[in-house]
């Protein structure tokens, strides 16, 4: 069953609006039009998680992720963005942004980016599973000129149940492909979207990803 939610919160833009390939300035989550969604259930603000060592780790959520060489961390300016259009962490909150190089730098290939952020399931009256969560992601990417790859399918990661979509667009002669992971995490949906030229990009820092255990060494 596919629902609509007419309403969907300001994380759920992030990754259609990021603009990745000649970013001017930190991307900031598009604001959408609230007055009609119902009032999300009150929750408790998620467990922001913590970066060590070029390490991101989130015990709530159960996950860690390691920061390609090199890329930086814009975390903080993510969140403050979030926080100046006044979304309620307790419904929607950015876990970790991080880029292959500032995004006020240009360059004349797409930077790569990963976003991790949550959302309440109250948000989304009817929400039963993750597939669903991505029909929104779906027809927002739509509306940015992406066009689906696939149909959304189960991509589990270290055995819990994960839920991929893939979609591409051209931008100023070049390729930009997002993948959007999701899955239910108790109250929340835990989202993952990754940013890059082209899906080998995005499978090799895909690897970077690891529920309950620690992501591989890499030497360099």
Not at 28 to 47: F, R
Not at 52 to 76: E, H, I, M, Q
Not at 154 to 182: C, E, N, W, Y
Request: aromatic content about 8%; proline content about 9%.
């Amino acid at each position: 069953m596919n629902l609509r939610f007419p309403h969907c919160d300001s994380l759920l833009l992030l990754a259609t609006t990021l603009g990745a390939a000649q970013t001017a300035s930190p991307p900031a989550p598009a604001s959408s039009a609230k007055s009609a969604k119902p009032a999300a259930t009150t929750i408790p603000a998620p467990d922001p998680g913590e970066i060590a060592a070029g390490v991101y780790s989130n015990r709530t959520f159960g996950f860690t992720f390691k920061l390609p060489f090199g890329w930086v961390d814009r975390t903080d300016f993510m969140r403050q963005d979030s926080a100046d259009a006044k979304a309620d962490p307790s419904t929607s909150f950015v876990l970790l942004a991080t880029f292959e190089r500032p995004p006020e730098a240009s360059g004349d290939t797409v930077n790569s980016a990963v976003i991790i952020a949550v959302e309440s399931v109250s948000s989304y009256p009817g929400l039963k599973d993750a597939s669903q969560y991505l029909g929104p992601v779906a027809e927002i990417a739509k509306s940015k000129s992406f066009t689906a790859i696939n149909e959304p399918y189960d991509f589990p990661v270290d055995g819990k149940p994960i839920v991929r979509q893939d979609f591409s667009k051209k931008l100023a002669g070049l390729t930009m492909v997002q993948s959007s992971l999701a899955m239910l995490h108790g109250p929340y949906v835990l989202s993952v979207t990754f940013i890059a030229g082209n899906l080998d990009d995005i499978t090799e820092t895909l690897d970077n990803l690891r529920f309950g255990r620690a992501p591989p060494a890499k030497h360099h």
